[in-house]
C-alpha cells in the first residue's frame, strides 16, 4: 500500500513562487507515474504536471514554462517548482501515485494554493 501527503501550499502574490512537494511511502517500489492536479471551485479537477520512471514529463499548456515537475527518489518525494503565479492557478493541488502497472494507487488530501492579484 502507498500513502503520499503533500505539503508547501500557501498564499503567494501574483508572479510570486511556490514549491509543493509530495511525500511518498509504503511500498513505493510499485510506483510508476507521480502525477500533480488541482481542483478550482466549481471545476473538474485537472492534470497539471506528470513525471515517468524514465524522468518523462508532461505539461498542461496552461502552466508550460512556468511549472516544473520533479522526483528525488532517494526521498520518495515529487515536486512542483511553480513560478509566475497567477490568480487563475488557485486551487487545490493533489498528488497522485500510479502503479507501474498503470492503476491509480493513490491520492494524497490536497494542499491549497491561492494567488492574490
Known amino acids: 500500500q502507498v500513502q503520499v501527503v503533500e505539503s508547501g501550499g500557501g498564499l503567494v502574490q501574483a508572479g510570486g513562487s511556490l514549491r509543493l512537494s509530495c511525500a511518498a511511502s509504503?511500498?513505493?517500489?510499485?510506483?510508476?507515474?507521480m502525477g500533480w492536479y488541482r481542483q478550482a471551485p466549481g471545476k473538474q479537477r485537472e492534470l497539471v504536471a506528470s513525471i515517468l520512471p524514465d524522468d518523462k514529463r508532461n505539461y498542461a499548456d496552461s502552466v508550460k514554462g512556468r511549472f516544473t515537475i520533479s522526483r528525488d527518489n532517494a526521498k520518495n518525494t515529487v515536486y512542483l517548482q511553480m513560478s509566475s503565479l497567477k490568480p487563475e492557478d488557485t486551487a487545490v493541488y493533489y498528488c497522485k501515485a500510479v502503479s507501474r502497472a498503470g492503476t491509480i494507487i493513490a491520492w494524497g488530501q490536497g494542499t491549497q494554493v491561492t494567488v492574490s492579484s
Open positions: 509504503g511500498s513505493t517500489i510499485s510506483i510508476g507515474v
